[in-house]
């Protein structure tokens, strides 16, 4: 990912269409040619993406971008990001984006223990495609409740429990899970797929299929000390994880955004109604000027959020200003798509227009790393928090 | 002195909002938490008897850092003080 000067062709400075241009040369024909065109058929029939589908992106070492300097990425969230924004415009399915994103973080997770057993068995491998590695924390309670527990027995541990969701666990060859000890503190073990007692199944949903969900069960798996990542508080490194991971799953909706309001208007250009293009109806041009202002505002904060994250100026364990992006671009995407099927009717349904299917993808961003409804409330607890704060301030200088 | 919940933390301490107690230091403080709920211990703090960096602490409106809570007996209080403990647990 060098150019003929040894410089990296992305970086920390790297502006929006230096991005664009990039993912157009060198990935844009090959999502037109190889990925698109399977998107429909692998909705319809639940098939998540297989693992040479991401040979291109491992190839221009994507899946190791978020790795520190010293291991050969470049650990810049913030272009990153801007990656994700242009493989979500120029990938018909989202769930591309979602699991590039996944792959290279959970390496990056695994880099920052700094052990060089790690580095040689799974961050260098994962860095190159090779081996791919998921994020195991929700249970069917809040975190606070979490049952699955690690109990110590010499200087193993066995684990026992569930974990009902994990995207990308169809080619997960390790899953990152957080279990309670006997302290009832959480610690973070890396789990293997091939270890005795890991019971791992697909979950069926109606939209986000080719995501490769699934559903975890650790039936007495046991491991030694060395797979334990973090050995006290997993729960706030799993809040870290989560905080700077949440802007990754709003970013390709945002490129999908434009890719939808393009597609459509050019669509309705083409109907004729009454005699006339549908796009000369008044009634049309509102509407896609409501979506062309929903596609700018997704923009505007992804890009806000995302230059925030480059400056450090956040809280690195719940940061308001990128939940409230995540948020935002969520229900402008869900909107968009919502649009797009009220203005191209029954063709919104078909693999041509596969607005109907977007939308369902788009559903995905409702609960995917933390629930809208959950940001609003943690997002009013700091207003709470804030305004009470304000107020002591203003009671001690009078 | 004076302790204010929010968010998660309520349900630990009965929904409480505010609880009056007193300490002379931040150590002392929160074990006076710990006693008067005994559910609220492994939630605020860690398996090695820390306050889990998922909680922000703020006194008197300026926030506390991680660093004051690892030495937290070296942080004295008095009467007058008012500790929130700001708690944001999100979902993956």
Not at chain 1, 130 to 136: L, Q, V, W
Request: proline share 3%; aromatic share 8%.
């Amino acid at each position: 990912m060098k150019n003929a000067n040894g410089d990296p062709l992305l970086g920390s400075t790297s502006s929006p269409d230096t991005v664009q241009q990039f993912v157009r040369d060198n990935l844009a024909a090959y999502f037109s040619k190889v990925i698109n065109p399977g998107a429909a058929e692998r909705d319809l029939r639940g098939v998540p993406l297989e693992a040479h589908a991401f040979r291109p992106v491992a190839d221009l070492g994507l899946f190791g971008f978020l790795l520190p300097p010293e291991l050969g990425g470049s650990g810049d969230r913030r272009s990153f990001g801007l990656l994700l924004e242009q493989v979500g415009y120029y990938c018909d399915e989202l769930e591309f984006a979602s699991l590039l994103s996944m792959y290279a973080d959970v390496a990056a997770i695994i880099a920052a223990v700094k052990r060089t057993d790690l580095l040689e068995a799974y961050v260098i491998p994962m860095s190159r495609g090779a081996r791919f590695g998921t994020f195991a924390y929700t249970e069917q309670s809040d975190a606070l409740s979490f049952s699955c527990r690690a109990v110590k027995q010499g200087n193993r541990y066995v684990l026992r429990g569930e974990k009902c969701l994990q995207t990308g666990g169809h080619l997960a060859d390790v899953f990152l899970t957080y279990v309670r000890d006997e302290h009832d503190d959480l610690k973070l073990f890396l789990l293997e797929r091939t270890d005795p007692g890991m019971h791992i199944e697909p979950v069926a949903t109606a939209g986000f299929r080719a995501a490769g969900l699934t559903r975890l069960e650790l039936r007495g798996v046991e491991v030694g000390e060395e797979r334990v990542l973090v050995r006290v508080d997993a729960l706030s490194h799993a809040q870290r994880f989560l905080n700077d991971r949440r802007l990754f799953i709003a970013c390709p909706m945002v490129g999908r955004m434009r890719s939808i309001l393009g597609t459509c208007s050019e669509h309705l250009g083409s109907v004729i109604r009454y005699e006339a293009p549908l796009t000369q109806q008044q009634a049309v041009q509102a509407k896609l000027g409501r979506m062309f202002a929903r596609c700018e505002t997704a923009r505007a904060v992804l890009h806000d959020a995302l230059q925030r994250w480059g400056a450090s100026a956040r809280n690195h364990l719940f940061d308001p200003t990128s939940s409230a992006a995540k948020y935002t671009i969520v229900e402008n995407a869900l909107a968009v798509a919502q649009d797009a099927i009220y203005l191209t009717g029954w063709q919104g349904y078909t693999s041509a227009l596969p607005y109907e299917r977007m939308l369902r993808a788009f559903m995905s961003g409702i609960a995917g790393q933390t629930t809208q409804d959950v940001i609003e409330l943690l997002l009013g607890n700091q207003v709470v928090a804030q305004t009470e704060l304000l107020k002591h301030k203003k009671a001690v200088s009078i | 002195m004076k302790v204010v919940f929010s968010g998660t933390l309520l349900r630990f301490v009965n929904y409480k909002k505010e609880v009056e107690l007193e300490a002379a230091n931040l150590h002392e403080c929160i074990g006076q938490l710990g006693a008067q709920f005994p559910s609220l211990r492994p939630v605020l703090l860690n398996g090695d008897g820390g306050v889990r960096n998922t909680h922000q602490l703020f006194l008197n409106g300026e926030q506390v850092d991680s660093a004051v809570t690892s030495n937290a007996a070296a942080c004295h209080l008095k009467g007058s003080d008012t500790l929130l403990i700001l708690t944001a647990i999100a979902g993956g």
